[in-house]
Nanobody
Framework: QVQLVESGGDLVQPGGSLRLSCAAS????????MGWYRQAPGNQRELVAA???????NYAASVKGRFTISRDNAKNTVYLQMNSLKPEDTAVYYC???????????????WGQGTQVTVSS
């Protein structure tokens, strides 16, 4: 019913920058919140940053001051600008959306397929 397509993952050197994008499409009435999570090998998936439709944001302590989340409500798209990247930022990054679906009142939680970010020299 709802698809999330991520892009922007890449190999980057420490100190470099990347911008991830995630576009939502499908039977969407409105998107309540969107966020980015990441999972490194052997670790649990963790929240990186989230943003509500009103623009309120929340960041993991490890990325505060380095990462910025933003969204374009008209395009149902969320972005993650990642600066001053560190090797410990290496992970698969997943997009998440809490959606009110079109039609009868229903809500859903959706995930993208993930995009690999590797920080290495």
């Amino acid at each position: 019913q709802v698809q999330l397509v991520e892009s922007g993952g890449d190999l980057v050197q420490p100190g470099g920058s990347l911008r991830l994008s995630c576009a939502a499409s499908g039977s969407i009435f409105s998107i309540i919140a969107m966020g980015w999570y990441r999972q490194a090998p052997g670790n649990q998936r963790e929240l990186v940053a989230a943003i509500t439709s009103g623009g309120s944001t929340n960041y993991a302590a490890s990325v505060k001051g380095r990462f910025t989340i933003s969204r374009d409500n008209a395009k149902n798209t969320v972005y993650l600008q990642m600066n001053s990247l560190k090797p410990e930022d290496t992970a698969v990054y997943y997009c998440n959306a809490d959606v009110r679906l079109a039609g009868p009142l229903r809500y859903g939680d959706y995930w993208g397929q993930g995009t690999q970010v590797t920080v290495s020299s």
